[in-house]
Structure formats: structure tokens, C-alpha cells
């Protein structure tokens, strides 16, 4: 394969803007250039969005997100296309996040920045506020997203437990278990916090039996895709007193309605699909498509190839 004009989409605009990727990919070889959907002169593309027209005018796409639910891999594979994508890149920003959502319900931070907004002064019950310390929780996911809260959790003292889909070893949890074991993982969690993949065995695996197998004081953590959570189910544990609250950065439509009840209740933070937003987003991309440039050029396999 050979690039020698690469196209930057300029859908990249949802996440940054088009012109620091293009400035920050100068030194490689092919031409670039900011792109709309006429792709004529392009032989590959970085973009958020798909465009069917990809597939009758380029080589190779590569999305600036990890997943890639939202590509039709089996048309890219048909067209000889290929498709690469950023996994691996978002372990320490959505860690972060993660980390920092639970300690804002475990710290009842979200409730002094409401009444701050109202300039009350406002102290939490005696027996509302807990530690992250000794804490258990069960990551859904061990790959880079969920290695990276893993790691940031077992930081702050959590128990960190981990379900995959092959249950190895794995680095800053204390135990790992395979999907047909998901209830037992997630049985004794004070957190649970979702970073697979949107697959087939993965559209839905949180519904109503999950949130009865989970602690009744027990919070989700939703950073993978809104598709993985029956939303409708979860609105029901909720209001039935089956599980304390959730942070949720997905969302089965996105974005969310302004009539969702999510919106309204004290313990479920709803956040607009940013937690992997940093300002750095677009070096992490530019080492990446860099790195694939020079695979391409030398004829060599592609990193992170799904398709
Ligand atoms: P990854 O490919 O590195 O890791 C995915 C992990 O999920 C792997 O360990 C895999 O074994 C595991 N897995 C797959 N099916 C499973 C199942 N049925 N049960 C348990 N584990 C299963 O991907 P990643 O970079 O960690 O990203 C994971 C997902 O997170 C992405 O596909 C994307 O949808 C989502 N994501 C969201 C944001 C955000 O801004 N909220 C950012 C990046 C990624």
C-alpha cells in the first residue's frame, strides 16, 4: 500500500480541531489535508464519523475512537479496505474519569457543588459519606480502559476485581473471572464499572437480573457503550431501591433526551460521552496514524487493525 495523500474527515471536529492533527502529523511523508466527504484525491482517511464513500475511495480509514460499533467491518473487509482504530490510547484519561466519579458519589462531591449553585451550606448526613479505601470493585473489561481504572483504583486502596473475556492474571486486580461467572463478579461490588466492548454477547448484558445480582448500595459506572445497559431496566432499579446511583457517560441515544428521568436523580451522574476528552486527544491520534503510515508505506501489518 502506498499513502502518499492522507485526509484528515472533518468530523474530527466533534472531538478536536482538524488543524492541530494535520499540524502535528508535518513530518510524515504523504500529503495532508483537511477533507469533507469528497475524497477524490485521498488514499486514507482519519475520521470519527463513516462514510460509505470510504469505502469506493480509499485504502485506509482509521477512527479516532476505540470503538468501533458504529463501522460496518464485514463492508470494509468486502471492499478491501482497512480499518484501524485508537484503542489503547484512553487508559490513563477514562481511568481518571472513572476514579473521579466514584470518589465524587463515595465523597458526596456532586452534592456540595448543587448546593453551592443554590449558596447553601449544606452538610451530608452523618453515615452518607464513605472511603473509596477498601472498597470493592468489579471492572467489566480488562483491556485499556479497564486497566487503566484498574490501575488508578487499586491507587486509592479499592479491591479491584476484573471479569474478560479469558480470565488471566491481570495487573491491579485480585482476582479475574470469565463472562459465564459475570454474577459472582459483580455480586459483592460496591462499584461496577463497564469498559467492554459494544459486541453481540455485550448489546444489553446489563438488564434486570444484573442489577438484582448486584448490592442494593452498589453504583454503576458506564464508560463503554450506552447499548451494554438496558436503560429502561435500570431506571426500574433505580426507583425500586436496587442499586445506589451510577455514573453514566454513554447513553442509548446520544445525545441524551431531555425528558430521560436519568437526568433527575441526586446519585446518577450523566456526563456528555467526554470521559475520554484531554487536550492532548490529538498527539495520542498523530502517534498512532504516524506509526501506521510507516507500516503502510513498508508493506508491513497495520497496529490496531480490526478490519
Ligand atoms: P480493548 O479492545 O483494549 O479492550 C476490551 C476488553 O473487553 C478486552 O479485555 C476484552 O476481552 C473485553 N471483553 C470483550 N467482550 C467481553 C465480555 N463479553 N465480557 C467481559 N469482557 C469482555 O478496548 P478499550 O480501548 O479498552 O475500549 C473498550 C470500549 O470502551 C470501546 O470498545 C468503546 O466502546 C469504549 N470506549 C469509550 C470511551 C468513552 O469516551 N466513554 C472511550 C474509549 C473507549
Excluded at 484525491?41 to 475512537?65: G, K, M, N, P, Y
Excluded at 471479569?163 to 459465564?180: E, I, L, N
Excluded at 455514573?247 to 445525545?255: G, K, S
Amino acid at each position: 500500500m502506498n499513502i502518499d495523500h492522507l485526509g484528515i474527515h472533518d468530523s474530527v471536529s466533534i472531538v478536536f480541531p482538524p488543524e492541530r492533527l494535520r499540524d502535528a502529523l508535518e513530518s510524515v511523508d504523504p500529503d495532508v489535508s483537511i477533507v469533507g466527504d469528497d475524497l477524490d484525491s485521498v488514499d486514507a482517511v482519519v475520521t470519527f464519523l463513516h462514510r460509505d464513500a470510504f469505502l469506493d475511495s480509499v485504502e485506509w480509514v482509521h477512527s479516532i475512537q476505540a470503538g468501533y460499533d458504529r463501522f460496518p467491518l464485514d463492508d470494509f473487509a468486502d471492499a478491501g479496505v482497512a480499518f484501524t482504530n485508537s484503542s489503547g490510547i484512553h487508559g490513563a484519561s477514562v481511568g481518571e474519569y472513572a476514579v473521579g466519579q466514584m470518589l465524587a458519589l463515595a465523597r458526596r462531591l456532586h452534592t456540595f457543588r448543587d448546593a453551592q449553585h443554590e449558596r447553601e451550606w449544606t452538610r451530608p448526613d452523618w453515615d452518607e459519606p464513605f472511603t473509596l479505601f477498601d472498597e470493592r470493585l468489579t471492572v467489566v473489561g480488562l483491556g485499556a480502559l479497564g486497566q487503566g481504572i484498574a490501575r488508578r483504583a487499586d491507587g486509592v486502596g479499592m479491591r479491584v476485581t476484573g471479569v474478560r473475556r479469558t480470565p488471566v492474571k491481570t495487573p491491579h486486580t485480585r482476582a479475574v473471572y470469565g463472562p459465564q461467572d459475570l454474577h459472582d463478579a459483580i455480586a459483592d461490588a460496591r462499584f461496577v464499572a463497564l469498559a467492554c466492548p459494544l459486541t453481540d454477547d455485550t448489546e444489553g448484558l446489563f438488564g434486570p437480573d444484573e442489577f438484582a445480582a448486584m448490592r442494593d448500595d452498589a453504583y454503576l459506572v458506564n464508560v463503554a457503550r450506552g447499548e451494554v445497559v438496558q436503560e429502561d431496566a435500570l431506571v426500574d432499579a433505580l426507583d425500586a431501591g436496587e442499586l445506589a446511583g451510577a455514573a453514566l457517560d454513554v447513553f442509548e441515544d446520544e445525545p441524551l433526551d431531555s425528558d430521560s428521568p436519568l437526568w433527575d436523580y441526586e446519585d446518577v451522574l450523566v456526563t456528555p460521552h467526554a470521559a475520554a476528552a484531554e487536550r492532548d486527544y490529538y498527539e495520542h491520534i498523530a502517534d498512532l496514524v504516524r506509526q501506521n503510515v510507516l507500516h503502510a508505506n513498508a508493506d508491513e501489518e497495520f497496529v490496531n487493525r480490526v478490519a
